[in-house]
């Protein structure tokens, strides 16, 4: 409501224990990147002894450069080269990276039900694509780029045309597609990515759902996978 002081609450859940490692309430006008990186070192602390090596899966608020790179040149003493996905801003050039990728190396996502894998109606391809801003730093990592896609179906509604719904959408060979990006230095197969970047949803939406009711505002999260015993 307006005229209403508001939070919102950036969490970092541990996805194996189902409990949130790290939390706090941020006014609501912070912009939900903001220090990303330091909230994932405060959260990397608060882990116990035995764990061994983390993955870091997050939405586009987790993509910061700063906090890519801190995983990917091994930054933190404890734990070394920290493995992600996240996901990354559709922006001009990365839809015109999209544009560039053949039919055929377009890819269906499938999901299992009743022991049976199904078509989503999901794709999923590998992108060509180098940030701007890396393309003008001297010894920047090399990120792995994704891409997933959906047709829109039905008759296309005022505003369309014009990309102004709440998700952002490309048309490809006149067909309109929802599009979405993703940045990981993980050498896992595309689908296993897409996978497990989805994998992020659930109980943490019910951990946000809880400190919303409780304090208001809106939300956000970084979620941290953890493994045990270096597997």
Not at 11 to 35: C, I, K, M, Q, S
Not at 38 to 54: H, I, Q, T
């Amino acid at each position: 409501m307006k005229e209403e002081k508001a939070y919102q609450p950036l969490n970092t859940y541990w996805h194996e224990r189902e409990v949130v490692l790290h939390t706090e309430f941020r006014d609501g006008n912070v912009p939900a990147g903001y220090e990303q990186r330091r909230v994932l070192e405060e959260a990397l602390k608060c882990l116990p002894k035995g764990v061994r090596k983390v993955r870091l899966r997050s939405d586009s608020a987790g993509y910061q450069h700063d906090l890519l790179r801190y995983c990917e040149a091994g930054e933190n003493k404890r734990f070394g080269r920290i493995e992600f996905v996240i996901s990354c801003d559709v922006t001009k050039a990365f839809r015109e990276a999209v544009m560039e990728v053949a039919e055929a190396d377009w890819h269906p996502i499938y999901k299992e039900i009743n022991g049976e894998l199904r078509e989503t109606g999901r794709e999923y391809a590998e992108v060509c694509f180098v940030p701007n801003k890396l393309c003008h730093s001297k010894g920047a990592p090399e990120y792995r780029y994704l891409a997933t896609r959906r047709e829109i179906k039905g008759r296309e509604l005022p505003g369309m045309e014009k990309d102004e719904l709440p998700f952002p959408t490309m048309m490809i060979k006149n067909n309109r597609y929802k599009i979405f990006g993703y940045v990981t230095n993980m050498d896992w197969s595309g689908d296993k990515l897409i996978k497990w970047i989805y994998g992020r949803c659930g109980k943490s939406e019910q951990a946000h759902d809880v400190m919303i009711s409780l304090a208001g505002g809106f939300h956000q999260g970084i979620l941290v996978k953890m493994l045990h015993g270096g597997g």
